[in-house]
């Protein structure tokens, strides 16, 4: 069965399947899908978490071994597989076959995906998938359905904007969906609940200038943490706040990620080049060094890193300062890479 990532919560509330395959490009999508699996099965009681991410070589009788020789009074298990690159080679197709023809019990498995082109979702593997579970379809918002989107994400937070304001919220923030709902979550802290006009939105929507969001995507791009850190402590003293930052900083690192993505799955990096647009086009160069020397982990961890600024940022985890993890992220990107080079996966 296939459904879209924004229909899956209902279908979580009526029945809770043993297998998930999340698949799509759209990071908050994605992440969003992902969140609401986990959750549901904690609390069907799957709290023992496994989490494997499919780099490179991998050892496939590893990643399944012990789900057949469970001891009857073992917890719940929740099984995530992460795959970036959409390819899990020759034996992992036959092992995921193997492994989605016969479920085990007491388990429940949630398989991330990049997007997928044509001919892989035609594949054996993906097919047996699909055939076994639920797929998650993380895709992006046509931009004529963004206004909508945002008005309904507006509801949740007992907001009602008018017509005018949520087609300048939808070109404000170009189709980044995790920037569209950052605007939206500072909306609802700054606004009481209720109707919300263009003046309202233009008055509480805080721009960071051009010059400053320029400045903290060039430091990502040169692994620059000092740099980083000094333009986000004073945009931080300045009384900025948190979601104005991170969806700027979030767009260069997804940027990046997919950029990454793409050459893993066999792009070439000067055809990736031209095919970037706008300020990113202009700055070709930045990225491609960018690309060279991160990895493919580096930006999966500074992108989950800042999943969790976003929640200290709500309040929803109470562990750690959104500033201090904002600038764990640059370090994270600024670090050199375990293999001395940035082409590892």
């Known amino acids: 069965m296939n459904i879209a990532a924004d229909r899956l919560p209902d279908r979580l509330a009526h029945e809770l399947a043993a297998l998930y395959i999340v698949v799509g490009d759209e990071p908050l999508a994605a992440l969003e899908a992902s969140d609401a699996i986990r959750a549901a099965a904690r609390a069907a009681g799957h709290v023992d978490r496994v989490v494997h991410t499919v780099q490179g070589r991998t050892n496939w009788q590893d990643i399944f071994a012990g789900h057949d020789n469970r001891s009857l009074f073992a917890e719940r298990r929740l099984t995530e597989i992460r795959i970036p690159t959409g ?21 429940l498995t949630l398989i991330n995906l990049p997007g997928l082109d044509g001919k892989t979702r035609q594949s054996r593997w993906f097919s047996a998938l699909a055939k076994a579970g639920v797929v998650v379809e993380a895709q992006s918002i046509e931009r004529a359905a963004l206004p909508g989107w945002i008005e309904r994400r507006l509801a949740r937070q007992g907001l009602h904007a008018e017509r005018d304001a949520l087609t300048y919220l939808a070109d404000r923030v170009e189709g980044n969906l995790l920037a569209a709902q950052q605007e939206i979550d500072k909306l609802a802290l700054l606004l009481p609940a209720g109707k919300v006009t263009m003046a309202d939105i233009e008055h509480a929507v805080v721009d960071v200038s051009r010059l400053e969001a320029d400045a903290l995507a060039d430091a990502l791009y040169a692994g620059d943490a000092a740099r980083f850190a000094q333009i986000a402590l004073d945009l931080r003293d300045s009384g900025e706040v948190i979601p104005a930052i991170l969806w700027q900083v979030a767009s260069a690192v997804q940027l990046l990620l997919r950029l990454k993505l793409a050459l893993t799955r066999g792009d070439s990096l000067p055809g990736l080049m031209r095919s970037l647009w706008g300020r990113d086009r202009q700055r070709a160069p930045q990225i491609e060094r960018a690309l060279k020397r991160l990895t493919l982990p580096q930006l999966e961890t500074a992108l989950a890193t800042l999943a969790r600024v976003d929640r200290q940022s709500k309040g929803l985890e109470r562990m750690g300062d959104p500033w201090d993890s904002l600038l764990e992220m640059a370090r994270t990107l600024a670090a050199p890479a375990h293999n001395g080079t940035g082409h590892g996966r």
């Open 87 to 107: 390819k899990p080679g020759v034996d992992g197709a036959k092992a995921l076959e193997a492994y989605v023809g016969k479920l085990p019990e007491d388990t």
